[in-house]
């Protein structure tokens, strides 16, 4: 089993949608979580973190933390063009002691 | 402004070529970082380090070096560059939280060097 899961996609949304991308972990000690983004050719930018069991907002995007299950989510509103790339999850595994990356989910958006 | 720098951008090198990716910093992170990543594919860690005079290899085993001089430079190098070792690669750096807010091990990309190796 790996440690952070993702389905590899591709995800296909209609324009003006919402887009809802999942990810479970494996380490129950796990504390903080994070989504990036990475375009083609391009590197990973960070887009949202969250370290609390709940939802955390930042314009069109909302993190959905939920520790007892083991699951992080990332809701984008209003879908874009312009958000069509592959979406990382990333988990800081306690017992690690690092960062682990998802393989990630590529969205695609269709106008 | 604080970022994370990677030269070159691109490179196209023969085979049995000694090549040395360069990455620098000026975010004042302890922690950096070297992935490759093929298109399309997932992040492999190949090399990272805490700190000044630390190295560590990743999960991914790599024929690639490299060293950390001082905090702000974690050049990889590759002695005898090989088709195989055509890929992207990618330098991060993290911090350990702090009065950025963000939690520790936040990590914050370069743009990548694509490599070509003919």
Known sequence: QKEVEQNSGPLSVPEGAIASLNCTYSDRGSQSFFWYRQYSGKSPELIMSIYSNGDKEDGRFTAQLNKASQYVSLLIRDSQPSDSATYLCAVISRSASKIIFGSGTRLSIRP | ?118
């Open chain 2, 1 to 118: 402004e604080a970022d994370i720098y990677q030269t070159p951008r691109y490179l196209v090198i023969g085979t049995g070529k000694k090549i040395t990716l360069e990455c620098s910093q000026t975010m004042g992170h302890d922690k950096m970082y070297w992935y490759q990543q093929d298109p399309g594919m997932e992040l492999h860690l190949i090399h990272y380090s805490y700190g000044v005079n630390s190295t560590e290899k990743g999960d991914l085993s790599s024929e690639s070096t490299v060293s950390r001089i001082r905090t702000e430079h974690f050049p990889l190098t590759l002695e005898s560059a090989r088709p195989s070792h055509t890929s992207q690669y990618l330098c991060a750096s993290s911090d350990l939280g702090g009065t950025s807010g963000r939690a520790a091990d936040t990590q914050y990309f370069g743009p990548g060097t694509r490599l070509t190796v003919l």
